[in-house]
């Protein structure tokens, strides 16, 4: 059974940092490309940051030298990282762990910046 566990979201105030953990189980992530989209009220899921197998990244504008995604290929369990620094209002959001290419979605942790 596939499964992406989110965690790591919380409320921080403006310039703050949070750093945001998915677990990816079930299957073979190791060798898949892995994200982290988020979606904010009223607007349409974004990508954010993705990662290859390779360890190549590719970031949305708006969070480039802000925000850093890594990750950890163990043995049975893939885990994801978003490090995400200055943050600010507009980056509130719902945060999805993701494997590309997939219908493979986690449940979303929650991300509130505070002004």
């Known amino acids: 059974q596939v499964q992406l566990v989110e965690s790591g979201g919380g409320l921080v105030q403006a310039g703050g940092s949070l750093r945001l953990s998915c677990a990816a189980s079930g299957s073979v992530f190791s060798i898949v490309d892995m994200g982290w989209y988020r979606q904010a009220p009223g607007k349409q899921r974004e990508l954010v940051a993705a990662?290859?197998?390779?360890?190549?990244?590719?970031?949305a504008d708006s969070v480039k030298g802000r925000f850093t995604i890594s990750r950890d290929n163990a043995k049975n369990t893939v885990y994801l990282f978003l490090q995400m620094n200055s943050l600010n209002p507009e980056d509130t959001a719902l945060y999805y762990c993701?494997?590309?290419?997939?219908?493979?979605w986690g449940q979303g942790t929650q991300v509130t910046v505070s002004s």
């Open positions: 990662i290859t197998n390779g360890g190549s990244t590719t970031y």
């Open positions: 993701h494997r590309l290419y997939s219908s493979y």
